[in-house]
């Protein structure tokens, strides 16, 4: 499917899988961060470290929903694709040796598990895009 014609639902999933590990990094800097305010400022900082845990447990929950999708995608035998390409940013060609197929095989499967992904993460999207 072409990459203009694929539903929002699907691009969101695959955006999503793409900035997993930099939300993961997120949660680290804003832990620093927080650290840095107790050690410059004593009440001062207090909104704004209540600020930063409040956006780290947003991202944790995101996270968390991720990882769940994900989770129920392990008994199929394509399951890591999703981990060598939008984790480690494999290419289809690196994945395809990785599983001695074609690379038209590993495009279908991605497609397939995103498919099922975009319903765990943006159930309410996709029934819209069913009934437009």
Not at 4 to 12: G, R, V
Not at 23 to 29: D, R, T
Request: aromatic share 10%; hydrophobic share 35%; charged share 35%.
């Amino acid at each position: 499917m072409p990459e203009s014609k694929k539903p929002e639902s699907y691009k969101k999933t695959e955006l999503l899988l793409y900035n997993y590990n930099s939300f993961v990094k997120s949660i680290e800097i804003k832990e620093f961060q927080i650290k840095a305010i107790k050690e410059i400022s004593s009440d001062k900082g207090e909104k704004e470290i209540r600020d930063i845990e409040k956006s780290i447990c947003k991202t944790k929950n995101l996270i968390g929903a991720i990882d769940a999708a994900v989770e129920t995608l392990k008994d199929d035998m394509y399951f890591d694709i999703i981990r060598l390409r939008y984790f480690e940013g494999k290419t289809i060609e690196n994945m395809a040796e990785h599983f001695y197929v074609e690379p038209s095989t590993i495009s279908r499967n991605n497609n397939r598990l995103i498919e099922k992904l975009k319903i765990c993460l943006f159930s309410d999207d996709v029934i819209k895009e069913i009934m437009q």
